[in-house]
């Protein structure tokens, strides 16, 4: 069969001609990702989920094939697409191009997105995934605070100035030095996919000095670095438990899709409940579909963290959506949680 690399470069090698097609491929793939699709019908959902084990519950939705069962049980039958992007900023660029559904990423990324679009798309939340502790992570030994951070230092994290991450770091800073210096450690951060960064702090690369990752990032840093230690606590700048990473979709999609929105929704809150009743088995949903070498008692330690609380309604989300007000990260003002997520029986009682 005719090879269309070898006809456009007749004389190149087979590596040459390899390196060509992987390139020819990211420009498509990227150019797909970029040109917005139209409206997908009742009964199909596109799901983009991102790295680590905030995203359990969205694992356990597609080992079990809860929304497809879900949809069954309403006379539909649902065709469920799942995409993996790393950063809020790629997230909400895929949502805001109609090349997906509904997004999965932290609640910095959905307050960019929901103040962004109001009044036009309406972006708004549709459930949290859980609320976990996020660790900034150093392995230098003379970082102890925030305040101990030098220009020296290089923080990992998945999308600057737009990922949770980055936020929560903005919001620790603000508080260390005031609301004017809230963006004081913005220059000493960089985009790197959590498994990438993770990989670094273990081997004790200089190429970064910290992570701001999430589970089971983090607590793969702790054990396999003894190096590695917390400089900073999420719950601990946001005053308690926090639902850091949420899901969230256009109005239009929810409203056009009633019943594969419900679905979705429903088969989210049995993902919940499966995880709580059983760790056992979640934990080993998590390794097959992540395809995880993961340490299993430690991924187990991390989903029986007292700290950690799997509910769908989201929790004490709204002081960082205030504080990003505050500082203009925001133009609209958030009075409520309600502001930014869909009124939802399911996520009532949320904060």
């Known amino acids: 069969m005719l090879n269309p690399f070898r006809s456009i470069w007749p004389g190149a090698s087979q590596l040459a001609r390899r390196m060509l097609a992987a390139a020819l491929s990211i420009v498509v793939g990227a150019g797909m990702l970029g040109v917005a699709q139209p409206a997908m019908a009742e009964g199909q959902i596109r799901i983009a989920e991102q790295f680590g084990v905030v995203y359990l519950l969205l694992n356990v939705v597609r080992d079990q094939h809860l929304i497809e069962q ?177 899901l969230y979709a256009t109005e239009k999609f929810r409203d056009e899709n009633p019943k594969t929105y419900h679905a979705f929704v429903t088969a989210l809150a049995q993902a919940a409940h499966l995880v709580s009743a059983n760790p056992q088995l979640a934990a080993d949903i998590y390794i097959r579909v992540n395809n995880s070498k993961i340490d299993r008692a430690l991924l187990l330690k991390i989903l029986q963290n007292p700290q950690v609380q799997l509910t769908i309604a989201p929790q004490n989300t709204l002081r960082l959506a205030q504080f990003m007000h505050r500082v203009g990260a925001i133009r609209n003002e958030p009075t409520a949680w309600r502001d930014y997520f869909f009124d939802d029986p399911a996520t009532a009682g949320g904060s």
């Open 70 to 246: 879900e949809g069954r049980r309403e006379g539909l039958d649902i065709k469920v697409d799942w995409v993996r992007l790393s950063g809020g900023a790629a997230v909400n660029d895929a949502l805001l191009s109609g090349s997906i559904d509904i997004a999965g990423a932290g609640v910095g990324p959905l307050l960019t997105v929901w103040d962004r679009t109001h009044g036009r798309q309406n972006v708004k939340g549709v459930a949290s995934l859980g609320s976990f502790p996020y660790y900034l992570v150093s392995d230098n030994p003379n970082v102890k605070t925030i305040a101990d951070l030098t220009a020296k230092d290089r923080i990992a994290l998945p999308a600057v100035g737009v990922s949770v991450q980055s936020r929560i770091l903005q919001y620790a800073a603000a508080k260390q030095w005031g609301d004017k210096s809230f963006d004081r450690l913005d220059g000493l951060t960089q985009a790197i996919p959590h498994p990438d960064a993770t990989a670094a702090i273990i081997a004790n690369s200089s190429l970064i000095t910290a992570h701001f990752g999430n589970p089971p990032f983090q607590e793969q840093e702790l054990a396999a670095n003894p190096n590695a230690h917390i400089v900073l606590n999420s719950y601990d700048v946001l005053g308690g438990p926090s639902s850091a990473t949420v």
